[in-house]
C-alpha cells in the first residue's frame, strides 16, 4: 500500500495548523532566550542546536508538528532577535508582520519569476511596483526602471555589470568607505581593481575625486554611498554628480542604506543629488523593514537593462513573447526566483509613502536621542551626531582591545548586540537603531551595559 504523501502548502487547514506550531514554538523559543540574544556564545548554541536536531538526516521522520516544534523553538531560542531593543548591531531590521504574513503566502504559492505561465500574478505585480520604486529615486526621468535583487551586493554587481556592457570595460572610483561588494563585483566581472579615493572623515573626499578623475582615462564609473554600513554616513552626493558631468564620468549610488529616507519627507533633502545617478542601489530590508531579501537596482534610463535579455526556449521562446507573453528572463540575472515584491507591494498598500516615512523619521529620532544620552554620560565619548539611524560611542581612556572586549562580553552574557567600527583610527561600539518601538529606557539601558562594561 502506497504512503500518504506529506501534505502540500496549498492544503490551507493543514497550513493552518502547522502555524499554530510555528507561533507557538517562537513564542516559547523566544522566553527561553530571554533577551536579544542567547546566552553561552557559540560553543552553547552549537551544543543547543546538536541536541534539538539530532540526526540532520533521519530514516524515519518525526512527523511535521514535532519537527516543527522542536527545530523553530531551537532557532527562536538561539536567535539574535532584532526585534529586540537591544539587538542594535547591524543593518538587521526586525521586519513588520505584515510583510512576514505576506511572505508566507509567497512561500505557499511557490511562483517562480523565471516564465509568466509560472507566475502570473507575481509578474503583473513586479512590473508595476518596480516601476513605481523606480519613479521615486527618479522623480523626473522619462522612463526608469528597476530590477528586484537579494539586497546591495547584488544590486552594486548589477550596476558593474550594466556599466561594463555599456563600454565593453569600465574602471570603477570608489571612496575607501565603499562597500566591500564593489571590489568583489570587479573581481567576479573581470573589471580592474576599484581605484579608491580618500574619505577622511567618512565621507568621499570630493577634492581627491577630482584629481583621481583628472588622472585617469577610458569609461569611468564613480560609485558614490549614501548610508554607509559603519557610521551611516551619505558621501556628498551634488559635488560628486558635478564632477561626474565634468569628467565624463557615470555615477552608481549605493543607498542600500539610505534609499529608503525617500519615503520621509523631513529627511528626504539628505538624498539632494541622488537622482542625477545612472543607477541607484535601495534594499528594503533595511529601512523599510521588509524580511531579506528585498533589495532594488533602479536606473535612470530602462534601455540599460536591454543587455540583460536572453533566451531559453522553454521560458521565453520568440514566438511565446511575440504572441505577447511576457519575457522575464531578463529581469534578473538568476533564473529560478521567488516573487520577493509580494510583500514589499502588501507594505506599501498598508503603509504608504507616509507611513514608512514615519519609521524612519522615528528611528532617525531615536538615534539622535542616543546621541544624546552618550554625550551627557561623562565616561563615554561620541564620534559625531548620526546621519541616518547609526551611533558610534565608546568609552573614554580605553584602549581598542578593552572596547572589543566590553563588546564581545555583552555577547556571550547574552545581554546586547551592538556592532564595531573602524573610524578615526579607534575601534568604536555601534548601535544601529532600526526597531521603532524602542524606548528612551531601552536607549539608557544601552548606556547602562556599556558603562558597567568598564568597571570588569
Request: proline share 8%.
Amino acid at each position: 500500500m502506497r504512503a500518504e504523501p506529506p501534505a502540500l502548502a496549498a492544503d490551507t487547514p493543514t497550513l493552518r495548523r502547522l502555524l499554530d506550531t510555528v507561533l507557538d514554538a517562537l513564542t516559547e523559543g523566544a522566553a527561553t532566550r530571554g533577551g536579544p540574544l542567547p546566552a553561552g556564545g557559540p560553543d552553547a548554541v552549537d551544543g543547543h542546536i546538536r541536541q534539538a536536531l539530532g540526526q540532520a538526516l533521519p530514516e524515519k521522520g518525526t512527523g511535521p508538528t514535532e519537527a516543527l516544534r522542536t527545530l523553530v523553538h531551537a532557532l527562536a531560542a538561539g536567535a539574535a532577535d532584532p526585534a529586540h531593543p537591544l539587538c542594535t548591531a547591524h543593518l538587521h531590521t526586525p521586519p513588520l508582520a505584515l510583510a512576514a504574513a505576506a511572505d508566507l503566502a509567497a512561500s505557499a504559492l511557490n511562483p517562480s519569476l523565471d516564465s509568466w505561465d509560472q507566475a502570473p500574478a507575481a509578474a503583473a505585480l513586479e512590473a508595476l511596483v518596480t516601476a513605481a520604486l523606480a519613479a521615486e529615486v527618479f522623480p523626473a526621468a522619462p522612463r526608469p526602471d528597476a530590477l528586484v535583487t537579494t539586497g546591495g551586493t547584488e544590486s552594486n554587481q548589477l550596476a558593474l555589470l550594466l556599466a561594463r556592457e555599456r563600454h565593453r570595460t569600465v574602471q570603477t572610483v570608489a571612496g575607501a568607505n565603499a562597500h566591500h561588494s564593489f571590489r568583489r563585483a570587479a573581481w567576479i566581472l573581470g573589471l580592474p581593481e576599484p581605484v579608491v579615493v580618500p574619505a577622511p572623515n567618512g565621507t568621499m573626499d570630493p577634492v581627491a575625486l577630482d584629481e583621481a578623475l583628472t588622472d585617469l582615462t577610458g569609461p569611468l564609473l564613480v560609485t558614490a554611498t549614501a548610508g554607509t554600513t559603519d557610521a551611516g554616513l551619505i558621501d556628498p552626493l551634488p559635488e560628486i554628480a558635478d564632477l561626474c558631468a565634468a569628467h565624463g564620468a557615470e555615477l552608481h549610488v549605493d543607498a542600500a542604506y539610505g534609499g529608503p529616507v525617500l519615503f520621509s519627507a523631513a529627511h528626504r533633502p539628505l538624498l539632494a543629488g541622488l537622482d542625477r545617478a545612472r543607477s541607484v542601489t535601495v534594499d528594503l530590508h533595511k529601512l523599510g523593514w521588509q524580511p531579506a531579501a528585498a533589495g532594488i537596482l533602479a536606473v535612470r534610463d530602462a534601455d540599460d537593462l536591454a543587455v540583460l535579455g536572453h533566451t531559453a526556449d522553454y521560458l521565453n521562446a520568440d514566438d511565446d513573447t511575440a504572441a505577447g507573453l511576457p519575457d522575464l528572463l531578463g529581469r534578473s540575472l538568476r533564473t529560478t526566483r521567488r516573487p520577493d515584491v509580494l510583500k514589499t507591494a502588501v507594505t506599501l498598500r498598508a503603509l504608504g509613502r507616509s507611513g514608512l516615512g514615519s519609521l524612519v523619521d522615528t528611528c532617525m529620532g531615536l538615534a539622535g536621542e542616543l546621541a544624546d544620552l552618550v554625550e551627557k554620560a561623562p565616561g563615554l565619548e561620541l564620534y559625531a551626531r548620526p546621519t541616518l539611524t547609526t551611533v558610534l560611542f565608546r568609552p573614554y581612556d580605553l584602549a581598542d582591545a578593552a572596547v572589543a572586549d566590553i563588546r564581545r562580553t555583552l555577547l556571550a552574557e547574552g545581554r546586547a548586540v551592538l556592532g564595531r567600527a573602524e573610524a578615526d583610527g579607534r575601534l568604536w561600539l555601534k548601535a544601529t537603531l532600526l526597531n521603532p518601538h524602542a524606548t528612551p529606557g531601552d536607549l539608557a539601558q544601552i548606556i547602562t551595559l556599556v558603562e558597567g562594561g568598564t568597571d570588569r
